[in-house]
T-cell receptor, first 114, second 109 residues
Framework: NAGVTQTPKFQVLKTGQSMTLQCAQDMNHNSMYWYRQDPGMGLRLIYYSASEGTTDKGEVPNGYNVSRLNKREFSLRLESAAPSQTSVYFC?????????????FGQGTRLTVV | ELKVEQNPLFLSMQEGKNYTIYCNYSTTSDRLYWYRQDPGKSLESLFVLLSNGAVKQEGRLMASLDTKARLSTLHITAAVHDLSATYFCAVDVNYQLIWGAGTKLIIKP
């Protein structure tokens, strides 16, 4: 049981390049999330998906797009990377949230934009 | 504005001591979560608190929730070096988690 799997673990991009971060969960969770974590700060929500086929903006969506490909997979795309997007990105999932929105996290992607 | 405030943000303490981390939040919620993060690692769920008065304990850590005061505490008893980490609280607001900034805990042998 792998839980939440993110790829890649590390990435260096040049300003203006694009890339997609992949996330998959095998816990049959309905909800999935993308967060970014910057040094000394908590987590900030970029986008979330409450169910397959739906996505919504979080606190810091600018510069990102997402796709909920199916129930298992939720990808995050940077169309034109900027140095301000240097961060650690975490994908998470939770069950249907009626009673318990405990989130389970992937291992993170450390992204550097130069 | 929704706010989740943790205090302190940084704590250095000696092994064997007791201490409490506080998590205050600004809106109504009866679901709160505590997570642990080791340097360079992901977040690991520690406690799930789903009602007023909920208390959970695991080893030297105990978490509680007072929804009327909008306050959760994470109490550390007789701290050991292995508990050194950053601890986050997160509050469920309309099925979304709002996160505190984290408390970096260093426990010196």
């Amino acid at each position: 049981n792998a839980g939440v799997t993110q790829t890649p673990k590390f990435q260096v991009l040049k300003t203006g390049q694009s890339m997609t971060l992949q996330c998959a969960q095998d816990m049959n969770h309905n909800s999935m999330y993308w967060y970014r974590q910057d040094p000394g700060m908590g987590l900030r929500l970029i986008y979330y998906s409450a169910s397959e086929g739906t996505t919504d903006k979080g606190e810091v969506p600018n510069g990102y797009n997402v796709s909920r490909l199916n129930k298992r997979e939720f990808s995050l795309r940077l169309e034109s990377a900027a140095p301000s997007q240097t961060s650690v990105y975490f994908c998470a999932s939770s069950d249907d949230g009626v009673m318990n929105t405990e989130a389970f996290f992937g291992q993170g992607t450390r992204l550097t934009v130069v | 504005e929704l706010k989740v405030e943790q205090n302190p943000l940084f704590l250095s303490m000696q092994e064997g001591k007791n201490y409490t981390i506080y998590c205050n939040y600004s809106t109504t919620s009866d679901r709160l979560y505590w997570y642990r993060q080791d340097p360079g690692k992901s977040l690991e769920s520690l406690f799930v608190l789903l009602s007023n008065g909920a208390v959970k304990q695991e080893g030297r850590l105990m978490a509680s929730l007072d929804t009327k005061a909008r306050l959760s505490t994470l109490h550390i008893t007789a701290a050991v070096h292995d508990l050194s980490a950053t601890y986050f609280c997160a509050v469920d607001v309309n099925y979304q988690l709002i996160w505190g900034a984290g408390t970096k805990l260093i426990i010196k042998p």
